[in-house]
């Protein structure tokens, strides 16, 4: 059992054990299930159950609890992914693009790359016109847009989030 003194600065791994793994996969089928129920189902009593799971918690090995939309319901159906390059890369420059892409609500997902750009944007929209109005007026005017490149997605095969 780790102990909050264990943890390292630096060393983002914790050490779990099978019922953490346990915990966490029952958690990650199914967020909203009582303690009790939580318990029950890994093979262990309550009280043990709800200090891993608090453990679980300080640690920042779960780092919150939220509901799943159906994006598709709330008619946002269309995803780009967006390449950005930048003019700079200076560490101003990509925090000034990082703290101004993350005020961005079509921005599910952006990731810095090691590649020809810089970022790689996941970006959901209710169609190609509210998507290029976003791409337009928003990612092209973030700080230190040089350019921009479009990805379309036909189809999603695999998405873990749901």
Do not use: W
Not at 66 to 89: N, Q
Not at 128 to 151: D, N
Request: hydrophobic share 40%; with cysteine.
């Amino acid at each position: 059992m780790i102990r909050q003194n264990e943890l390292h600065v630096g060393n983002p791994q914790v050490d779990l054990d099978g019922f953490d793994h346990k915990i966490l996969a029952a958690l990650v089928s199914d967020g909203r299930m009582s303690v009790t129920e939580l318990a029950s189902r890994i093979g262990l009593s309550k009280t043990p159950c709800q200090v891993r799971l608090k453990r679980l918690i300080d640690t920042g090995v779960i780092t919150g609890f939220r509901a799943m939309v159906d994006p598709g319901k709330l008619g946002l159906d269309h995803i780009s992914f967006v390449e950005v390059k930048l003019s700079d890369t200076r560490e101003a420059a990509l925090t000034a693009f990082k703290n101004a892409v993350r005020r961005l609500a079509e921005v599910e997902e952006c990731h810095m790359i090691a590649s020809s750009f810089d970022f790689l944007l996941k970006v959901r929209t209710a169609d190609i016109r509210r998507y290029r109005m976003v791409l337009g007026e928003k990612i092209s005017s973030l700080p230190h847009v040089a350019s921009t490149s479009t990805f379309v997605a036909m189809e999603t095969v695999h998405d873990h989030s749901r």
